[in-house]
T-cell receptor
Framework: GIQVEQSPPDLILQEGANSTLRCNFS?????LQWFHQNPWGQLINLFY???GTKQNGRLSATTVATERYSLLYISSSQTTDSGVYFC??????????FGGGTRVLVKP | GAVVSQHPSWVICKSGTSVKIECRSL??????MFWYRQFPKQSLMLMAT?????????EQGVEKDKFLINHASLTLSTLTVTSAHPEDSSFYIC???????????FGPGTRLTVT
């Protein structure tokens, strides 16, 4: 099956800092999504981005499908950005395989 | 965006009993839904694919007789944990893709504690 690796596993930021999270995957995909898991466990859809670049407020994402990686950028981080960020990819059958996640802590 | 609900949000049960968890797509139809399990400080692991009108397909290592899945309509899938044991305590999350693209939407999860 597809392997998904996220880096770094943990990230501590000072409020206002910028950061980049990376997701590498091992095979061609037709779906790539970024999620933020809040403290109550809810997965919040950030981006559906099997290729290309998207931006939503202070967040943006880029997927280079030919090189099998995706990047999530957080700019001007806020304490509410804390939580776990997951990358998940899908191929045949629409099943999603999740990476291990990046645990982000933004300090005031 | 699409909305997926789960019920209950948390449940405590005694060892040996069965628990049913519901997953509903509220504003779209879902011919396929997925069930995941997440242990503390770990990632999500796919358990099974729920197919409307047909049998579920289970991932390797998931006991189909223990985790019964029924997809009775285009908006409802249920997961029943039978003869629950403490090791079944976990966070169970469902998801559903819209039919016209691959993007998936997740329910808020159900926290199961077996005592």
């Amino acid at each position: 099956g597809i392997q998904v690796e996220q880096s770094p596993p943990d990230l501590i930021l000072q409020e206002g800092a910028n950061s980049t999270l990376r997701c590498n995957f091992s095979d061609s995909v037709n779906n790539l999504q970024w999620f933020h898991q809040n403290p109550w466990g809810q997965l919040i859809n950030l981006f559906y981005i099997p290729s290309g670049t998207k931006q939503n407020g202070r967040l943006s994402a880029t997927t280079v499908a030919t090189e099998r990686y995706s990047l999530l950028y957080i700019s001007s981080s806020q304490t509410t950005d804390s939580g776990v960020y997951f990358c998940a990819v899908g191929a045949a059958g629409n099943k999603l395989t999740f990476g291990g996640g990046t645990r982000v802590l933004v300090k005031p | 965006g699409a909305v997926v609900s789960q019920h209950p949000s948390w449940v405590i049960c005694k060892s040996g009993t069965s628990v049913k968890i519901e997953c509903r797509s509220l504003d779209f139809q879902a011919t396929t839904m997925f069930w995941y399990r997440q242990f503390p400080k770990q990632s999500l692991m796919l358990m099974a694919t729920s197919n409307e009108g047909s049998k579920a397909t289970y991932e390797q290592g998931v006991e189909k007789d223990k985790f019964l899945i029924n997809h009775a309509s285009l908006t409802l899938s249920t997961l029943t944990v039978t003869s629950a044991h403490p090791e079944d305590s976990s966070f169970y999350i469902c998801s559903a893709p819209r039919d016209f693209d691959y993007e998936q939407y997740f329910g808020p999860g159900t926290r199961l504690t077996v005592t």
